[in-house]
């Protein structure tokens, strides 16, 4: 399915207006979960899912949390929630059940998106808040499979107001617009200006932050290829960016840094 253009300013737009035409490209390699996305596999993945939603009875600025442990699912669920209309609220994936249902209560969350290495505390803490549907990126026990909203009839999808729709809310209740988080991603970006040669290491994990999800996006947005690698060592990090000829690796805090 080619994605359905969203306004000129949204962050789905913004990322993904040129992801389809660079084909099978390598977008995303995630080593933890072992999974390589091509450009249009990822963009056409994202459409899809959100049609999915869509289909189900997402609304336009439904809470959405996203408690899941990989860079790819992350970026997966998050522009998958974007572009169905709806406010996506990442989740440290290191809080336990309460505090994640914690999490989901503050920001009236309805619907979460979860692993299924994390999916039996997701469900725990559905049941301690007013989440009503847990999506996994698998088959787990009390979840829909994120596969089946690739499978729905496609429907189209909303139109976005760069303007005044909320594109995340983060862990303390901050919100974040379609604009701001254009402008997070131009932040982090800064002096190293990422180009379709450049490769990215990013080592930093899914959180209750923007920081991973805007640099993975403007990366994306740049054309580059993105190595997720959270949780190596220093010695497996160091022959990791040897092996892909990374460019570019992620510094705390928030920081890029070029290599090489």
Not at 65 to 78: D, F, K, R, S
Not at 91 to 119: F, S
Not at 144 to 153: A, I, V
Request: hydrophobic share 50%; with cysteine.
């Amino acid at each position: 399915m080619k994605p359905i253009a969203s306004a000129t300013g949204t962050v789905i737009n913004e990322v993904f207006g040129r992801a389809y035409e660079r084909g099978d490209r390598p977008a995303l390699i995630d080593l933890h979960a072992g999974l390589v996305y091509g450009y249009r596999k990822l963009v056409t993945e994202v459409t899809r899912a959100a049609s999915g939603m869509v289909r189900r009875g997402a609304r336009r600025d439904q809470v959405v949390g996203v408690y899941v442990g990989t860079a790819c699912a992350q970026t997966l669920a998050v522009h998958t929630v974007l572009a169905a209309g709806g406010v996506a609220a990442p989740v440290d994936a290191a809080l336990p059940a309460h505090e994640v249902a914690a999490a989901l209560n503050a920001c009236d969350a309805r619907t979460l998106i979860t692993t299924r290495d994390l999916a039996g505390v997701a469900v725990r803490a559905a049941d301690e808040s007013r989440v009503r549907q847990v999506i996994a990126f698998g088959d787990a026990l009390d979840a829909l499979d994120f596969r089946e909203l690739l499978t729905l009839e496609p429907t189209a999808l909303p139109a976005l107001d760069p303007t005044t729709q909320d594109a995340l809310v983060l862990a303390g209740g901050h919100r974040v617009g379609h604009a701001d988080l254009l402008q997070r991603m131009a932040e982090l970006e800064g002096s190293v200006r990422l180009a379709d040669s450049d490769v990215v290491l990013a080592t930093w994990p899914p959180d209750g932050g923007c920081d991973l999800v805007a640099l993975i996006a403007v990366a994306v947005a740049r054309g580059a290829l993105v190595v997720a690698a959270n949780g190596l060592s220093p010695a497996d990090l160091a022959g990791t960016g040897h092996d892909f000829g990374v460019t570019v690796v992620t510094a705390a805090p928030g920081l890029l840094e070029r290599v090489g």
